[in-house]
């Protein structure tokens, strides 16, 4: 008899924000808590030196090195972020350029990507999200496709420090399932029941 044990799904969770009860951070944690055992999403923060290429290469800053190689270590990448001035924040796209280099080689280049955005605002920082999708696109990283994740009004769905909105945890967890297929496993199963969302809530 032989028992099949698969190594577990290794997610690298990379919010947007640098804020201390950050709400990006919050979602990150509610979905860490509803995976399944065998997948770990591993939380990050962008907080890295300025990008300059004269620091890039060999010498490249340490906190950076870490970055990338648990980028590439990971089986795929889930960012969650804010809204900052209808733009992704500045400390998150300063973290990509980062993880775009070395061109043709960078750890982001071809990995699966599932992208949320969150706002107090009813609009749920879609534009933020666009403009992220575009810098993922010249990256070459692969956007995980699917209805948009998008989180509006999100300081009434925090209790406690705490992300409870329940359909929209569903709602995020089809598409980091339609990730975990796209890495060869199947979908979380609380990804089952929210098939009633996807149809209320596609944008
Ligand atoms: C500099 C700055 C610019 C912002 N611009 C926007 C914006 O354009 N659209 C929006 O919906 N929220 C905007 N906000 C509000 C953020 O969405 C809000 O602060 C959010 O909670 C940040 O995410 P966090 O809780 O993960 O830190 C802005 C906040 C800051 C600090």
Known sequence: MTIDIQPAVRLFGLSGSL????????????LQAILPPDVRLALHEPRLPLYSEDEDGEASPHEVRRFRASI?????????????NHSL????????DWASRPLGAAALTGKPVVVISVSPAFTGGVRAQSHLHDVLLAIRARIVAGPQIVIGNIAAKISDGRFVDESSLCFALETIGALLKDVGRGAPAAAAASSHVLEEGAV
Do not use: M
Not at 89 to 96: I, S, V, Y
């Open 19 to 30: 804020r201390r009860n950050s709400y990006c951070r919050s979602v990150l944690e509610a």
């Open 89 to 96: 924040p500045g400390a998150l796209k300063n973290a990509l």
């Open 72 to 84: 590439a270590a990971s089986d795929g990448v889930v960012i969650v972020t804010p809204e900052y």
